[in-house]
């Protein structure tokens, strides 16, 4: 049975969650493998709409085992307030059908607050999600945070590694207390967080998610061994990726398709598909380049017809066109094997649509992706557009002109398209 993976390449908010809840129809396990709660899954399915920010999208198929991979950061409390209120919506949250892994770090209140301090002292800001998350792998990095593990070691041995955890953060937030204080920056103080505090934390979650937690290194083992179809999930995207994307304006992880694997703890050679999701336009939250942003109607039109909006801050999203170089770019780099573009309904009610096939560059058009992409301008090809996929089912049946876009998307980036999303309900995809 193969092993597939599913990953944006974009900058997140691609609909990730339409391929994953395809492919995961027939699968065994589903792996969530990077980032923390800064992620925001929203999947229609059934009628119902599910938001979701660390538990897989698969969780809403209770035949299948959704699992937290090593390579997420958790907060306690984010993952059992969503534990709770799918179990209110009636889905089944129970051992057998939801695993973490043991490895998984922990995000703790303190880590939040330093998302924020990060913040406040940055001259450009990243625009991060405040979820504390890229504050929790720098504390990993650091080599003193703590790991789902970490809730079964005694007292006395937790309360140290908090301790030891805490350090840098109240002497740091001493300082920023100071400068807030002296009237430089005009923030909230931070508070000073106690042991005690972020101890009492781990018990009150512990006791709600130990019966989930467990080496998933080896049901993985077993998995593979058995020929178990698994699926990889994806979180955030290839430019939001601390390597390959726009750095600095990225998120604290590794979103691309090898770190994902490693995320998942499945090494590449294993992987079989690597299904990239992009819109058929672009959207950005957080600052950073956008080569195709269009700062007009044109953006706000895209906002409002696919309801650019941040699932997890709420934030408008920045919009504009479809950038092909982008993508192609990640072609490689990803080792893709399909593409799934979704929002093709959207983009279709604009007459005519532009889509970005190079840049301007220091007087050359050139068709890769510099490291300084803010010097870039877009040339674009004009294509007809103005078509409504309502009733469509087949590829056949959709409209001439949204199949020849669909064929330029594939034209150029020489990947295989193998999803096409024409409306929200995940019933309305049409497999090429
Ligand atoms: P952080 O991941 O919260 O540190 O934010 C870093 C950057 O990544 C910001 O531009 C965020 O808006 C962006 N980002 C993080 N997670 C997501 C996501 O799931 N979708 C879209 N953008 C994201
Ligand atoms: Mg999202």
């Not at 599910?50 to 085992?65: C, D, F, G, N, T």
């Not at 064929?407 to 096409?420: A, S």
Request: aromatic share 8%.
């Amino acid at each position: 049975m193969p092993i597939k993976m599913i990953v944006g390449l974009q900058y997140g908010d691609e609909g990730k969650g339409r391929a994953v809840h395809y492919e995961a129809k027939d699968a065994d396990i589903v792996i969530r493998a990077t980032g923390g709660s800064n992620a925001g899954h929203t999947v229609v399915a059934n009628g119902k709409k599910y938001a979701m920010h660390l538990l897989p999208s698969a969780i809403i198929r209770p035949e299948v085992l959704s699992m937290i991979g090593p390579g997420v950061v958790a907060d306690l409390k984010i993952l059992v307030d969503e534990i709770e209120q799918m179990r209110k919506a009636g889905v089944k949250v129970e051992k057998d059908n939801f695993v973490i892994s043991e490895r998984t770090h922990i995000t703790f209140p303190h880590h939040r607050q330093l998302d924020r301090l990060y913040e406040m002292l940055k001259s450009e800001k990243v625009g991060t999600t405040g979820r504390g998350v890229g504050t929790t792998y720098e504390e990993k990095a650091r080599r003193t945070n703590l790991r789902m593990h970490d809730l079964f070691i005694g007292t006395s041995e937790l309360k140290e590694k908090i301790k030891e955890n805490l350090k840098v953060y109240n002497v740091l937030v001493s300082e920023a207390n100071k400068l807030i204080e002296d009237g430089i920056y005009n923030e909230e103080k931070f508070p000073a967080i106690t042991v005690d505090e972020e101890y009492n934390y781990c018990m009150e979650y512990k006791e709600k998610l130990q019966e989930f937690i467990t080496d998933t290194h080896v049901i993985i083992d077993n998995a593979i061994e058995d020929n178990k179809l698994i699926i990889i999930e994806g979180a955030q995207s290839f430019w939001l990726d601390n390597d390959h994307g726009d750095y600095p304006m990225t998120t604290s992880s590794n979103p691309n398709a090898s770190g994902t694997a490693s995320g998942a703890g499945i090494g590449p050679t294993l992987i079989d598909e690597v299904i990239g999701v992009i819109k058929a336009y672009t959207s950005r939250v957080g600052n950073g380049p956008f080569i195709t942003e269009q700062k007009n109607e044109i953006g706000d039109s895209i906002r409002e017809w696919g309801h650019e909006y941040g699932t997890t801050t709420g934030r408008p999203r920045r919009t504009g066109w479809l950038d092909l170089v982008m993508i192609k770019h990640t072609k490689n780099t990803s080792g893709l094997t399909a593409l799934c573009v979704n929002h093709l309904d959207t983009i279709g009610k604009f007459d005519s649509i532009n889509v970005c096939i190079g840049y301007k560059y220091k007087g050359k058009i050139i068709k890769h992706v510099p490291i300084d992409k803010e010097n870039c301008e877009p040339v674009y090809e004009t294509l007809k557009a103005g078509w409504n996929t309502e009733g469509a089912t087949t590829f056949e049946e959709l409209p001439k002109e949204a199949q020849e876009y669909i064929n330029f998307i594939e034209k150029y980036t020489g990947v295989f398209v193998k999803y096409i999303g024409v409306g929200a309900d995940e019933k309305r995809t049409i497999i090429k």
